[in-house]
């Protein structure tokens, strides 16, 4: 055992020395193949943390939206049609909700107004979301006005402001009190946006929407189910355009691999003769090649990994960020927390690592079983 | 002098450690984010919130899991998506899967686009 160790630190300072020899383009290869993988890890890490976060804040979301249709468009619910879903069996609690979009000329941004369930403003009073506070240089107890969709000026007054560790969620919310949003909108007295609802148990939502849709023709349900998914496509499909777009860079450092391992140049085919004509067998041959394809994408692949690691989780994915996150005026502020999938990194190890080293090893081979002298004499 | 097989072992060994530091650090980080999370998450029950407030430009982006089956092409009908989101958001996924069809619970964001 002792033996074969101290054969293979030989074998690995022969390899070290003999990469030092064309110094500037093992380096030059080195960082290309180290940029390709923070790249790829940077994309993957930033993608499936961006996923699992939605994941686990939508988890909490209602399990079922109703929403009317009209004409093929999104519609008021009229009175009267709470109560006709209360008949359907399995649905535990339903409730109205009053929430609406308004565009501020002066942020040029969309707000989301919304009346609270449970806790909310008093009247004239509201509460903002973080990106709105900074946006509009808010604090709490200030003054601001809307102009609302009829012409009048609406002022109000800040409650509060949520906290800024749930902008994620939060970021252009106005909460504000049933009264003060009907009078904002004109909103016709007894009609609500859409209606939430909670269903006891998990099996049967399904159930209930195809109750639903048969009991209320005009009903669209949406269900938590389909929210998830939704977020979880939009982010797949995000990770593949830039997937997509990295794949050039991809496809350059596959060629200049293929280059490197499919033809030897001269001197390093007449350095495997002289290897072999001195008593190398071909085997030690291929292991140096092994250790040469090993410790380059070895490298490469912790390095990359790291710093895609502290550039997605310590750096905020900077990089990536406007094509992977989205862009808006009113834009959330958040840390991603890190989820690292186990399966996820092994592919890339797999991916990266594996073709390179067995790249390097195919054409040596091909030197090493022919005669030295051939091989010498090219 | 130390030889260079020494000086590489020990610096994939290091390198090694900052790969396993990572994971390390994504736990301790995790933990330290729960809270966070959890609070999230409550604001989202207590508000019934059903997206992110990740792109707020327009009303079938800022919701897109709400939005309409025709709000990205409102202007007409043949009117192009014109919004930066929309040209990153999936197609239904109808067009993805030929085979299998748009049921009825496919995604809202798929029937929106």
Known sequence: MKLWLAKQRYLIDFTLLALARRKTR??????VYTVLVFMLASVTLYSHALRQEAARVLAASPEVIVQRMVAGRHD?????????????????????????????????????????????????????????????????????SFRSYSGKLHTFVIA?????????????????SEESFRAFFDYPAGHYTDIALSVANPLEVRNVALKLAAALPDARPILRDEVLRTYASIFDWREGIVLALLSAAILAFGILAWDKASGLSAEEKREIGILKAIGWETGDVIKMKFWEGLLVSLTAFLLGFVAAYVHVFHFAASLFEPVLKGWAVLYPRFQLTPQIDGLQVATLFFFTVVPYAAAVLVPIWKAAITDPDSVMRG | MSRPADRALIFLALAGIAFAGCFVDAARLHATAAGDA???????????????????????????????????????????????TG???????????????????????????
């Open chain 1, 26 to 31: 093992n380096l030059g290869l080195l960082l």
């Open chain 1, 76 to 144: 008021l619910i009229p009175p009267g049609y709470l109560e006709r879903i209360g008949r359907i069996r399995g649905v535990q609690m339903r409730e109205a909700r009053l929430w609406g979009y308004y565009y501020d000329a002066v942020t040029k941004a969309n707000y989301t107004f919304m009346v609270p369930a449970e806790n909310a403003p008093a009247a004239g009073e509201i509460v903002v979301g973080p990106a709105l506070e900074r946006s509009r240089g808010l604090a709490k107890n200030n003054g601001i």
């Open chain 2, 87 to 113: 040209s990153l958001i999936s197609p239904p996924a109808g067009l993805l899967q030929a085979t299998s069809g748009v049921g009825a619970g496919d995604t809202a964001m798929g029937e929106a686009k």
């Open chain 2, 38 to 84: 959890n609070g999230m998450a409550a604001l989202v029950a207590q508000l019934r919130l059903t997206d992110l407030a990740l792109f707020t430009e327009a009303r079938y982006t800022r919701h897109p899991s709400q939005a309409d089956l025709h709000s990205a092409f409102q202007d007409h009908p043949l009117a192009q998506e014109h919004f930066p």
């Open chain 1, 160 to 176: 509060d402001v949520l906290p800024q560790a749930s902008e994620l969620v939060s970021a252009d919310l106005v909460l504000m």
